[in-house]
């Protein structure tokens, strides 16, 4: 291989040109996501960096991985002192770390008493690394729920989830997504699960059978187009799940962690699941980290010595990255900063959408923010505000996804409205 220098600031990594990369790319990597023409050489605060210099506003922040800015000073510094320190590297499980240690108890008391209706006997929290495998822990622990508790045969457990859903993409949670794509060719697919319309809570009733043993939900869901349910769904959801004895898990990678302008999506029902599933943003964008979090008397019911297990789930590094990205979160109020940006933003797109004959709905929470068009066509409106400095992209192909870090400040908030109205009114 040939050695690399840096010539300048913006090299990053190396000083190969883009169209290397694309090639590198496409001479030794799976096709599997479509990219738009931009290499990017320096992450920094809300703003992406090419070779040559030019500046992009991130307004994806990675769906939600980014949310306290990239390369946040204080989780860097953290995981710099770690790798320094000779403290970060992956060690056996048959050892205990104090990095683990300390950030379980983070995680656990981050989150609200979890299944309050089993008692107060605080949280426990089973690391593993993408989002998708901590959907899986969840996807565990409703099933073995069921098996133990309710005394379903063993096989015969079902889990209801919804329409639009996305959870990722591992055979078991394709198994229940609408989209085909994500599911053709990969059979044979996994049972056991129950898919009703997304925001029906009658529809839920129904689907309700003596096998049921879960609820897993999207407090809004991202992928399936930026939708919020109806009032009171997520309060639907609690009583049926306390009716008949299921869990309640709710999905919160992506909406989780201070994104719609609570610390948890949930929180705007006021209510308090039996689960909840967070990852990206949870160790600030630098390094893989997921949880389930749920009640001591849960977690004690299902995990027991060699029934699950994960080399680099809940190693050193991530958790020294997941405790200072919890700090940040905390010191730093971001929901309260989503909250007030997400308002103020909304407003202002909302105005534009009000002159714009390509708008059909302006929906969202917080940093949350989807701008739907009438003809279905978003991509080719994100591809313009590209080449105008913007980095954004389609949600189900009708709906411009509007989510940048949440520490976006004024001025650059300035320059999203200004790029939005050259498309949208020109």
Not at 28 to 48: F, M, N, P, S, T
Request: proline share 4%.
């Amino acid at each position: 291989m040939t050695a690399m220098r840096k010539i300048n600031y913006f090299s990053g990594f190396s000083n190969e040109k883009d169209q290397t990369i694309f090639n590198l790319e496409k001479d030794y990597g799976a096709h599997h996501y479509e990219r738009i023409d931009l290499v990017v050489r320096h992450a920094k605060g809300c703003w992406l960096t090419d070779e040559k210099g030019h500046k992009y506003l991130d307004c994806l922040a990675a769906y939600s991985a980014a949310n306290p800015g990239h390369h946040h000073p204080t989780i860097v510094n953290a995981v710099m002192d770690a790798l320094i320190g000779n403290y970060a590297s992956v060690l056996s499980n048959v050892v205990f770390t104090d990095p683990l240690g300390i950030f379980l108890s983070e995680a656990a008391g981050f989150a609200p008493q979890m299944a309050p209706r089993f008692g107060n006997q605080g949280n426990k929290v089973l690391p593993k690394n993408g989002g998708v495998e901590s959907v899986e822990t969840a996807i565990k622990t409703m099933r073995y729920y069921g098996f133990k508790k309710k005394k379903i045969e063993d096989g015969k457990q079902q889990i209801i989830v919804f329409d639009g859903n996305f959870h990722g993409r591992t055979i078991s949670v394709i198994s229940f997504s609408s989209s085909k794509k994500y599911k053709e060719g990969f059979g044979p697919l996994t049972p056991g699960f129950v898919s009703v319309e997304f925001g029906n809570i009658e529809a839920v009733k129904k689907a309700i059978t003596p096998n049921t043993c879960g609820i897993l939900v999207e407090p809004f869901q991202g992928e399936g187009g930026m939708r919020i349910p109806p009032k009171g769904f997520l309060k639907g959801l609690r009583e049926l799940a306390d009716e008949n004895d299921l869990l309640l898990v709710c999905d919160e990678i992506q909406v989780g962690m201070g994104r719609t302008g609570k610390k948890f999506c949930f929180e705007h029902e006021g209510i308090v699941p039996d689960g909840v599933i967070l990852g990206k943003a949870l160790s600030g964008g630098l390094v893989p980290l997921s949880v389930f979090i749920t009640s001591a008397f849960i977690m004690d019911m299902v995990f027991s010595k060699g029934s699950d297990g994960s080399t680099f789930g809940g190693y050193p590094l991530a958790c020294v990255a997941g405790t200072a990205a919890l700090k940040v979160f905390e010191e730093e109020k971001l929901a309260e900063q989503s909250a007030k940006k997400g308002k103020i933003l909304k407003q202002r797109i909302e105005a534009i959408a009000k002159r714009s004959t390509h708008v059909k709905e302006v929906r969202g929470k917080g940093l949350f923010i989807g701008i739907e068009v009438k003809d279905g066509n978003a991509m080719e409106f994100c591809r313009k505000l590209f080449k105008l400095g913007l980095i954004v992209n389609d949600s189900h192909g009708h709906t411009i996804r509007i989510s940048p870090p949440l520490v976006i400040n004024e001025e650059e908030m300035d320059f999203l409205m200004e790029q939005l109205e050259k498309v949208l009114v020109g």
